[in-house]
């Protein structure tokens, strides 16, 4: 039997990033949701602000270490799986990936640990400007990696000699073409997905008639961010969309599955794309629409896949499900804030029990509407790693397809075992709520100042554990 | 070579070889605490000694990112040739750590169904330290690099020499363990380390000399280097301050007077073995092919981290002596930072 170690070691990358990027999604906004809630506590002087901080803060700590944690292995497989990638982008990617490994880790050192321990420690204001430049920090993090991935999508500021491509213009680098737009679409998604988790948790918490103050609080919260954010996502998306469509059209044709680009584009509601017949089966489609809402014109047109030769195509029908899937995630949840507000208006909001059953049951949608597009944006560069500049078959190590695959199977196992165990706490936090060691700060302080985001969370994690569920 | 070729590669160089050094002493002491583990019987005992290190071990790991992350950006042509020729043992090495990390979290939480995580901890801090060891002799023996690309087999580290050097660095670690444990916790759990330290001692000790005879015999550049004229004369006192250090080290175990002597012996035995392997491959990065020059990012990717590690570099080591210092002294058995 052999191992294609190409194959695999995407599938090795693709699994290892997709379980990274759910903690640090969740982070971005979780951070800055807690920094929120201390800022409307020292405003109100009200309790329940700073009763739930405490809550989201202990589930933030084990977050933030998985995100950490899962972090570590992708930067090594940049060596060990794509020792090409390294050596033909590594002069320009690899300073600013290493800006993103120094303010996460500067971030690791200081605030976070002032946030997470220091409630009695500290003067609140201190405590509380800690946890707003920790949703900084987080977000600065955002910036050098979503920088450097952008930079991979569309490359400016560098030239390529002998195959190699050298820095010219840091700026051009840092701030190239496509970065703007991925960096407002993710932060957007990762407020967005926090916003409906703590509208989730509010709402389980209204429906079994526990903490019911915080419930609604968090409700508030959630949905008003919700309201906010889904329409903006959506025109943040578009706006992304556009820059794509001048830098990587191909992409934008596998997303609209739009063969022939002598014709306007249609809006291709449901398809099966068949690659070896260059054609969709079973189309249903709305004429014109496409180029639409690409050129912003009705009989614009925009090139098709059939303009490219095959090889340089992507995998079409990954980039049209998942951008399906994305913008039904976004509709969806424009609807929920649609639906939310009126009943808000007619004072419903907290007793409406099926609109609360519904977003309780909502929490994951964020988070597989961002695995979904970055599905879109990834498989959409292919067959580029570096658009332009190195190919992904070329872009691996010289490495046996054995040991790929004896890695990948022990990435599963560890994974499976350590996130599902990390995800169990999280979940067994939240169904236990805002109670007893999940808000106390008596045991934790006594802890000390180490940089150990998870130890923040111990004494919550096990009480959780040990104790009753209350929904 | 103008003078930024020639410094800013040399500067990285000495950066990246600190971090690795620290992370090697500082990851050391908490991966021997986990290869301990089974020689302590109690769970007050197991709690003891986590407690001795809860501080300070998820900051020992961040040498190891910022020693590889500085690696892939400073010196990629480097990476790219090291890392896919060892490719089974890091990533069995990274599998390892985030194991027994997530497992010294957890066993505290699934308290008092902690067994499994008992067991997790050990095995991972186990095989980390063997796959180091083994990622550090697959150095030494050279990497076949042809075109500035590995050009070797899948299971080239695998020779008799990494194997050994896999052992030696386990009994090293848990010669740091065990002299950690003599210097921070009291009791039952300090006379046990005592006496576990004596055996790990002579190990290790005899490891660096079968190292120290092995590497000139099967490497004629190595042997040159230390046994040709006049460098012997410069080189000799090192084998011969190791000696002294053994003796220190021996003393400070035996001695129950002394509680931290037998600790910074260790780390000394270890910064002098560390020492010398350098010497041994000056200039290599890759030996015995790539230098530090020839690995080298261009200037201006070098540059441009630099600003920013200058500046973040200074903050997180004065982080890292505060939490050292805060948590100064000993553990008494039954307290804790948790």
Not at chain 1, 56 to 82: D, E, P
Request: glycine share 10%; net charge neutral.
């Amino acid at each position: 039997m052999t191992f294609d170690p190409l194959l695999l070691s995407r599938i090795q990358f693709g699994f290892t990033i997709s379980f990274h990027i759910i903690f640090p999604a969740f982070t971005i906004g979780l951070s800055a949701y807690i920094a929120s809630l201390l800022v409307l506590w020292h405003w109100h002087k009200r309790d329940h602000y700073q009763t739930l901080a405490r809550f989201w803060t202990k589930i933030f700590a084990v977050s933030f270490a998985m995100g950490v944690v899962s972090g570590i292995v992708l930067s090594y497989q940049f060596g060990t799986n794509w020792s090409k990638f390294s050596v033909v982008v590594g002069n320009v990617i690899g300073p600013v990936i290493g800006y993103e490994v120094l303010t996460a880790f500067f971030l690791e050192a200081t605030f976070l640990g002032v946030m997470l321990f220091g409630w009695k420690r500290v003067p609140p204001w201190l405590h509380t400007l800690s946890a707003i430049l920790v949703a900084f920090g987080t977000c600065m993090s955002g910036f050098w990696i979503l920088s450097a991935n952008s930079w991979m999508h569309t490359p400016a500021g560098h030239e390529v000699i002998d195959g190699i491509a050298y820095p010219k213009d840091w700026f051009a680098i840092v701030f190239n073409p496509s970065f703007p737009y991925r960096f407002m679409h993710m932060m957007s998604a990762a407020y967005l997905t926090t916003s409906v988790v703590v509208l989730a948790v509010g709402a389980r918490y209204l429906l079994v008639n526990r903490f019911t103050e915080e419930g609604k609080t968090m409700v508030r919260m959630g949905l008003g961010m919700v309201i906010l954010l889904a329409p903006l996502q959506i025109i943040l998306g578009d706006l992304h969309g556009l820059n794509t469509s001048k830098y990587q059209p191909t992409k934008i044709a596998a997303m609209e599955a739009h063969w022939d680009g002598s014709k306007p584009g249609a809006l291709v509601l449901f398809a099966i794309p068949d690659a070896k017949a260059e054609k969709n089966l079973y189309e249903i489609a709305i004429p014109k629409l496409g180029s639409f809402i690409i050129t912003h014109d009705w009989n614009g047109l925009f090139p098709g896949l059939l303009d490219v030769p095959k090889e340089d195509r992507p995998p079409i029908a990954n980039v049209f499900f998942a951008f399906r899937i994305m913008v039904g995630i976004g509709l969806f949840l424009i609807a929920v804030g649609f639906v939310g507000g009126l009943l808000w208006l007619s004072k419903k909001l907290f007793s409406q029990r099926t609109f609360l059953w519904v977003v309780g049951h909502s929490w994951p949608l964020g988070f597989i509407a961002i695995l979904a597009g970055w599905m879109v944006t990834e498989s959409g560069r292919q067959p580029w790693i570096a658009h332009g500049i190195l190919r992904t078959t070329d872009a691996i190590s010289p490495v046996d397809g054995l040991s790929v695959a004896i890695s990948l199977t022990l990435f599963v196992l560890v994974y499976s075992v350590v996130f599902s165990t990390g995800i169990l706490y999280i979940c067994k936090m939240v169904k236990k709520g805002p109670q007893g060691a999940a808000i106390a700060d008596k045991v934790d302080d006594e802890a000390a100042l180490p940089s150990r985001p998870i130890s923040a969370a111990q004494h919550s994690a096990r009480e959780s554990l040990e104790g009753g569920e209350v929904i | 070579m103008s003078l930024i070729e020639f410094g800013l590669p040399l500067i990285w160089a000495v950066l990246i070889g600190m971090a690795v050094g620290l992370y090697v002493i500082l990851d050391g002491f908490d991966l021997g605490l986990g290869i301990l583990y089974p020689f302590y019987k109690t769970e007050e005992a197991h709690d003891q000694m986590m407690n001795s290190v809860a501080p300070f071990w998820d900051g020992n790991e961040t040498w190891l990112v910022l020693g590889g992350g500085g690696l892939w950006v400073a010196f990629p042509k480097a990476y790219a040739i090291i890392m896919p020729a060892l490719y089974l043992p890091i990533t069995i090495m990274l599998l390892a750590l985030i194991f027994r990390g997530v497992a010294f979290e957890f066993r505290w939480v699934a308290k008092p169904h902690h067994f499994k995580w008992n067991v997790a901890f050990t095995l991972g801090s186990l095989v980390a330290a063997f796959s180091q060891g083994v990622v550090l002799g697959g150095l030494l023996q050279g990497i076949t690099v042809v075109n500035n690309q590995f050009a070797g087999g899948p299971l080239d580290w695998f020779t008799p020499f990494s194997m050994m050097c896999g052992v030696g660095l386990c009994c090293g670690y848990a010669l740091l363990g065990a002299t950690w444990l003599i210097m921070k916790t009291d009791g039952e759990v300090e006379k046990r380390a005592r006496i576990l330290a004596q055996p790990f001692l002579i190990a290790l000790f005899g490891f660096i000399g079968i190292v120290s005879i092995w590497t000139p015999l099967i490497i004629p550049r190595i042997a040159e280097l230390w046994f040709s004229l006049p460098n012997f004369y410069y080189l000799f006192p090192l084998p011969l301050f190791s000696i002294v250090v053994f003796v220190l080290c021996w003393l400070g175990i035996t001695d129950v007077r002394h509680t931290s002597q037998a600790f910074f012996s260790a780390v000394t035995l270890f910064v002098l073995a560390y020492i010398g392997l350098i010497i041994s491959n000056v200039p290599y990065l890759v030996p015995p092919s790539v230098t530090v020059w020839q690995a080298a990012a261009v200037p201006e990717s070098q540059l441009f981290l630099l600003l920013g590690t200058l500046v973040l570099l200074p903050m997180i080591l004065g982080y890292t002596v505060f939490v050292y210092w805060t948590f100064r002294g000993k553990v008494k058995a039954g307290e804790g930072y948790h």
